[in-house]
Structure formats: C-alpha cells, structure tokens
C-alpha cells in the first residue's frame, strides 16, 4: 500500500543546531507539503512543493527551507534550531486535481532545548 | 486572506449525545474539506463538500455546506468514544494548485 512516512518521529536538539526532518511518500504525487502545528495556532504551512526541483514558502518559512531533488522526498531543514520552532511537524502529498485529498504522515515531534 | 473560524475551540460531551461544530468564513469558497486528527497522528479526509446546500452522511456524521458556500457544519449523531479528536475544516488555497489552509480546528472529546 502506498503510504507517506516521517522520521524520526521524536527528536530533542540543541538551539543552534541545523537539523532535517525527512519525508518519504509512495503515492507517486507531484504535491508535497510541510505544517507545524502548535496550540491556539493550528497546522500552519511552512513550505511546499508542486513537483522535482519546485519549492514555495509558506506562511511561516523563516528559518526553514526545503529542496525537491526527487518525486518521493521532501526533507525540511531547520537551519539552526530555535525554541520558536518546538512544535510537531506534519508532513502531506496530494495528486494534482481541481478537488483532491491530503495524505498526512504521523508527525515529527521536535524539541529545541 | 480567506479564514476559517471554527467553533466551538473544545467540547467535551457524554456517550450517545449529539453535537454540531461549526467553520464559518466572510469569504466563498469553492469547496470545504473535513479532516480528522486522532491523538498522536496525522490528519485524515473525512468528506469534501462542493456544492452549496449540499448535505453528505459518513455512518454518523452530516456535513453540510451552506448555501452561500460560506460555512459548514459537521453533526454527530450519538456520539462515541471513538468520535474523540480535533475536527479540522480547511479549504483549498492555492488556486490553479492544491493548497490547503486549515482552521485551528474544534477538540472533541467522548466520555464514555
């Protein structure tokens, strides 16, 4: 079965550390997404991705980038750690489509000590 | 900058009542998703709504679209333990792409 898999599903760092949250999808979608979610805030959008070699921000990107090198993988990288950027980050794909769906992996629970 | 309020924030109800939670907006949308967040994972697609009016049944849960395509509402029918999650709407932000902007979402919990 095709699936979108995160990892590692915890991680504790250090602040100033850079540190990469990887994202593996089989759903062979051009679509991929990255969200924090945080109390009172919600799942927010940090960077995306319609296809190999394109990227966007979204509305939170300071301090994250992102880079599509191919259709499965979409790494996000911290470029050094803030306490601001504790959160639990979710990863998603989506076919392309007037009216499609979001895949969502289990999340990566992140801690900049 | 379209956005979704969702109401109530909490709710917290007993086995086998009923319950309606809400995702209002100023703005028109062409289409309202509906995602369920289990504890400890990610969001899962319940229903897409598209037209106004529309009304669509999963097992227990109504959703509907109002008619203006301005809000949704989800009801639950005798509620279960198993219903217990965030209930997130979103809607599709991206124009000639996919791209999803959410709602902080409604927590639902289910006493038994």
């Known amino acids: 079965d095709a699936e979108i898999t995160q990892s590692p599903r915890h991680k504790i760092t250090e602040t100033g550390r850079q540190v990469t949250l990887a994202c593996h999808q089989t759903?062979?979608?051009?679509?991929m997404f990255w969200y924090r979610q945080d109390l009172g805030h919600g799942l927010r959008l940090i960077h995306y991705?319609?296809?190999?070699?394109?990227?966007n921000k979204g509305e939170v990107s300071d301090g994250y980038s992102v880079s599509r090198s191919n259709t499965e993988d979409l790494p996000l990288t911290l470029e050094s750690a803030a306490s601001s950027q504790t959160s639990v980050y979710f990863c998603?794909?989506?076919?392309?489509?007037?009216?499609?769906?979001?895949?969502f992996g289990q999340g990566t629970r992140l801690t900049v000590v | 900058t379209q956005l979704l309020e969702q109401s109530p924030q909490f709710l917290s109800i007993q086995e086998g009542e009923n319950l309606t939670v809400y995702c209002n907006s100023s703005?028109?949308?062409?289409?309202l998703q509906w995602y369920r967040q289990e504890p400890g994972e990610g969001p899962v697609l319940l229903v897409t709504?598209?037209?106004?009016?529309e009304v669509k049944k999963l097992k227990r849960l109504t959703f509907q679209f109002g008619d203006a395509r301005k809000d949704s509402s989800l009801h639950i029918t005798a509620a279960q333990p198993g219903d217990t999650g965030l209930y997130l709407c979103?809607?599709?932000?991206?124009?000639?792409?996919?791209?999803?902007?959410f709602g902080k979402g409604t927590l639902l919990t289910v006493n038994p």
């Open positions: 991705s319609y296809g190999v070699q394109d990227t």
């Open positions: 998603a794909s989506s076919g392309s489509g007037v009216v499609t769906e979001a895949f």
């Open positions: 703005s028109v949308f062409s289409s």
């Open positions: 979103a809607y599709d932000s991206g124009g000639s792409n996919y791209k999803l902007t």
């Open positions: 709504v598209v037209t106004g009016g």
């Open positions: 759903w062979n979608h051009n679509n």
